[in-house]
T-cell receptor, first 114, second 110 residues
């Protein structure tokens, strides 16, 4: 069974440029998460989807970040414009539900803003 | 105060040693607890759930103390391959939130 797929794995951009990350969750997983992870820190939730509905986006900086999950499957996270402090790893995870709390993570997209 | 707090380490122990680390949480409404493992430059993966009665999986033992609001992870007979960051995770089923700690780095030396 294929795992969570993310792209790109690495992205280097200059500040003020836009960037987008894509995530394909495990088939059948209704819940999708975007996390941000800084070096030496744990993942921090940006947004959680149940199917196509964003049920928790309280930690998403909406002035520059946006996300969508059309048709309740793939998801895209966008940053526009990027700032130096946005350099981090952006992790996508999916789960079939919160019954057992297991999240399946993709390998992440490592963003460097210069 | 952070919802989940962990000693960042690093814990540097010799192969074969027993090592234990704790994680404290501030919200008593937390309902489920987990330990995740994250290798360097890799994604986190579930290591084990933590049950109120304590649970064991091979060399790993997890404990939950609700009265004192902490969970623990014990690793016996540590292997070089146990070197990783161990993330404490809790969830609130009513709010459907999953919170990660900052992780404890463990390094096993030959």
């Amino acid at each position: 069974e294929a795992g969570v797929v993310q792209s790109p794995r690495y992205k280097i951009i200059e500040k003020k440029q836009p960037v987008a990350f894509w995530c394909n969750p495990i088939s059948g997983h209704n819940t999708l998460y975007w996390y941000l992870q800084n070096l030496g820190q744990g993942p921090e939730l940006l947004i959680r989807y149940e199917n196509e509905e964003a049920v928790d986006d309280s930690q998403l900086p909406k002035d520059r970040f946006s996300a969508e999950r059309l048709k309740g499957v793939d998801s895209t996270l966008k940053i526009q414009p990027a700032e130096l402090g946005d350099s981090a790893v952006y992790l996508c995870a999916s789960s079939p539900g919160l019954r057992d709390g297991e999240l399946f993570f993709g390998e992440g997209s490592r963003l460097t803003v210069l | 105060r952070k919802e989940v707090e962990q000693d960042p380490g690093p814990f540097n122990v010799p192969e074969g040693a027993t090592v234990a680390f704790n994680c404290t949480y501030s919200n008593s409404a937390s309902q489920s607890f987990f330990w995740y493992r994250q290798d360097c430059r890799k994604e986190p993966k579930l290591l084990m759930s933590v049950y109120s009665s304590g649970n064991e999986d091979g060399r790993f033992t997890a404990q939950l103390n609700r009265a004192s609001q902490y969970i623990s992870l014990l690793i016996r007979d540590s292997k070089l391959s146990d070197s990783a960051t161990y993330l404490c995770v809790l969830s609130y089923s009513s709010a459907s939130k999953i919170i990660f700690g900052s992780g404890t780095r463990l390094s096993i030396r030959p």
